[in-house]
């Protein structure tokens, strides 16, 4: 069965410092995959998805950005970190081929001060 | 554009009473639709889907009808009981230029009061 892993689980970090979040997705190959943010309280915002290594996609502009440099493996990374980037960060993945359930990763709880 | 609105935002019912969401879609050309339930500080967890190809189905306490010329589909939930308060989130699935996504309505806060 598959599997997704996201950590670390939770975050506390300055406002100005580096961010690398990481997400890896046993038991199945070349799945499209996701980055989504949440903020308190509110709705899922899909931040960049991948539909293989080294292909990613930008859905909005910020100071964030993402790299697949495996397979199964999808990382979330900012230079500096801004209090507005506090929020849960959620990797999902889905078949490549055809029309597939998204399934979401346990998540990481940043908090930017 | 790409959009999928939800209603209500907020949903209070007594415990054994049905709930019901509605939610519509923008793309007509869309032809997959999720729901997902968020139990607080928890991951989204797919309860129920239906595609294009039907209009209604249903997992035990759970149904989702699907019409698509009005392009709208809703969640409805019978003989509700306190663990099924949550945040419900429903979804469309898009195809954007080779690359598949699932756009999210902003979700409905289900509170069951026992």
């Known amino acids: 069965s598959q599997t997704i892993h996201q950590w670390p689980a939770t975050l506390v970090q300055p406002v100005g410092s580096p961010l690398s979040l990481e997400c890896t997705v046993e038991?199945?190959?070349?799945?499209?995959l996701y980055w989504y943010r949440q903020a308190a309280g509110r709705g899922l915002q899909l931040l960049f998805y991948?539909?293989?290594?080294?292909?990613i996609s930008s859905e909005v502009p910020q100071n964030l950005s993402a790299s697949r440099p495996q397979d199964r493996q999808f990382i979330l990374s900012s230079k500096k970190l801004l209090l507005s980037d506090s929020g849960f960060y959620l990797c999902?993945?889905?078949?490549?081929?055809?029309?597939?359930?998204?399934?979401f990763g346990p998540g990481t709880r940043l908090l930017v001060l | 554009g790409e959009n999928v609105e939800q209603h209500p935002s907020t949903l209070s019912v007594q415990e054994g009473d049905s709930a019901v969401i509605k939610c519509t879609y923008s793309d007509s050309a869309s032809n997959y639709f999720p729901w997902y339930k968020q139990e607080l500080g928890k991951r989204p967890q797919l309860i129920i889907d239906?595609?294009?190809?039907?209009g209604e189905k249903k997992d035990q306490r759970i149904a989702v009808t699907l019409n698509k010329t009005a392009k709208h589909f809703s969640l409805h939930i019978t003989e509700t009981q306190p663990e099924d308060s949550a945040v419900y989130f429903c979804?469309?699935?898009?195809?954007?230029?080779?690359?598949?996504?699932?756009?999210f309505g902003a979700g409905t806060r289900l509170a069951v009061h026992p």
């Open positions: 999902a993945w889905s078949v490549l081929a055809g029309v597939e359930t998204q399934y």
């Open positions: 239906i595609r294009s190809n039907v």
């Open positions: 038991g199945t190959s070349n799945p499209n």
């Open positions: 979804a469309a699935f898009y195809f954007s230029g080779g690359y598949n996504k699932l756009i």
């Open positions: 991948s539909v293989g290594i080294g292909q």
